[in-house]
């Protein structure tokens, strides 16, 4: 299982997409923290989980059963917050 953190920007969701031209949605996870950001992911059967880098159980259990983990920290150099 592949976790993808951030699913909701631009980036990750760009990278999101093309994983899921490869692999089954099942494979996948989309990890945010705001969960309810990524409806249209799990519209599309993928598992949704919530990350907050303030709490290291939410992290263990967000990156829980994943063989890898993708951490995007931004979209763009020099766009703060995005």
Known sequence: MLVVTGANRPLD???VEKVLCRAPAGWLVAS????????????Q???????????LAEWTT???GAEQVLVVS????GEPGH
């Open 13 to 15: 969701r760009g990278v």
């Open 32 to 43: 945010r923290r705001d969960p309810q950001q990524t409806a249209t992911l799990t519209e």
């Open 74 to 77: 931004v979209n763009q150099l």
């Open 45 to 55: 059967s993928m598992q949704v989980r919530t990350d907050d880098v303030a709490t």
């Open 62 to 64: 967000s990156f829980a």
